[in-house]
């Protein structure tokens, strides 16, 4: 009862919100009306789609996910608009709820002969996944670049044939407006034309270039790639030595454990928390002690992303390691405790026995 009176009271204050003058308070306040189901909230918002600015349109779609038939109706009535950008808007919001006439005005954007609005336009969706195979396809022949490499990228990403291709042909007229990862994600699918091309990348001058095919071959078990990352893991830069041993990770046998050790030591963050990922995935016998061990290093970005790395983990030293410091992690105060109490909760969920005692790895067996 109390519940219900308390409701009543936040949509009678909504309600004289909606029917004031301040645009955004005004914005917000129908949008809670809407949200609460009182139908009262379909004519306020008929009424503030007829004056809404462009800005006010993009914030109402943040507000709300509301798609009775009316309210889109409504906003597909702001199409019409003789304002560029209140189009743009509109067709956004109607393509969020899936809305066949949103996503008909956006490729008619796209289609458009106007760059700019190109642009704009698909700079400012979230995602091209709203629109079907068939619809990117068409939007292949836009002459502007930037914009047709997002549809490239797409189109590749999901396998159609006819994306590839035409990420193939773009690539080579403007090479800089493709992203190489492309190539990667082809080569993982075996394409004969994307390998080919990351074996001649292992010969380029520029040694950010081989990496990046020396990675993406080494990551589908292509010899010459995998060859290339033991060169690499000699690079008198730690970063080029970790994304080596990251690409040698699980495809070959030679030992990395004493090299993750050496980029333990290193001062640069990215390359020492990089280095206890890739400490996490090695098979040698040895790793998981050096693992274990992190728990007590002084460096507390450090010990959380090893604590991370094991609460699922079930090796006696493991579960050794962070039986002794798990208390430690649910009291910690300092900047990292968040994660940390949530590594000891999920450690305690898998090994907390009814007598709340620790379970060893055997008992669990």
Same mark, same amino acid.
């Given at each position: 009862m109390l519940i219900d009176r308390r409701r009543v009271e936040a949509i009678s204050v909504a309600l004289r919100f909606a029917a004031g003058k301040g645009r955004h308070l005004k914005i917000a306040a129908?949008?809670? %009306?809407?949200?609460?189901?009182?139908?009262?909230?379909?004519?306020?918002?008929l009424d503030l789609l007829k004056s809404l600015d462009p800005a006010s349109l993009a914030q109402f779609g943040r507000l709300t996910t509301e798609t009775h038939p009316i309210v889109m109706d409504a906003v597909a009535e702001q199409l019409k608009s003789e304002d560029l950008a209140i189009q743009l808007n509109a067709a956004q919001l109607l393509a969020s709820w899936e809305d066949r006439r949103g996503i008909e005005a956006l490729l008619r954007f796209?289609?458009?002969?106007?760059?700019?609005?190109?642009?704009?336009?698909?700079?400012?969706?979230?995602?091209?996944?709203i629109f079907e195979d068939e619809a990117l396809i *068409?939007?292949?022949?836009?002459?502007? @670049?930037? =914009? *047709?490499?997002?549809? =490239?990228? @797409?189109?590749?990403?999901?396998g159609i044939a006819e994306g590839i291709e035409a990420f193939f042909g773009s690539r080579d007229r403007n090479p800089g407006s493709y992203d190489d990862h492309i190539l990667g994600m082809l080569a993982k699918r075996k394409n004969p034309k994307a390998l080919g091309i990351l074996k001649e990348q292992l010969t380029s001058p520029d040694p950010e270039i081989r990496l990046r095919a020396?990675?993406?071959?080494?990551? =589908?078990?292509?010899?010459s790639g995998i060859d290339a990352l033991v060169r690499?893991?000699?690079?008198?830069?730690? *970063?080029?030595?970790?994304?080596?041993? @990251?690409?040698? %990770?699980?495809?070959?046998s030679a030992p990395l454990l004493d090299r993750v050790v050496a980029l333990l030591a290193s001062p640069n963050v990215g390359v020492h928390l990089g280095a206890v990922a890739v400490l996490s995935k090695l098979k040698e016998p040895a790793a998981v002690g050096v693992l274990a061990s992190l728990l007590d290093d002084p460096r507390p970005s450090?010990?959380?992303t090893a604590a991370e790395l094991m609460f699922s983990r079930d090796e006696p030293e493991i579960v050794k390691a962070m039986t002794e410091h798990v208390l430690e992690f649910l009291q910690d105060r300092s900047d990292i405790s968040d994660s940390l109490g949530i590594s000891a909760y999920q450690f305690l969920k898998r090994h907390l026995t009814p007598t709340g005692e620790i379970r060893s790895s055997a008992q669990s067996d």
């Open positions: 129908v949008g809670l %009306v809407l949200k609460s189901a009182d139908p009262r909230g379909i004519p306020l918002l796209a289609d458009s002969s106007d760059v700019m609005s190109a642009r704009i336009l698909w700079g400012s969706v979230n995602g091209l996944d *068409r939007l292949l022949g836009i002459s502007d @670049e930037l =914009v *047709r490499s997002g549809i =490239v990228w @797409e189109l590749a990403k999901r020396a990675s993406a071959l080494g990551r =589908v078990g292509v010899q690499f893991l000699d690079s008198d830069d730690q *970063r080029t030595q970790l994304t080596a041993m @990251e690409g040698l %990770v699980g495809v070959n450090v010990r959380r």
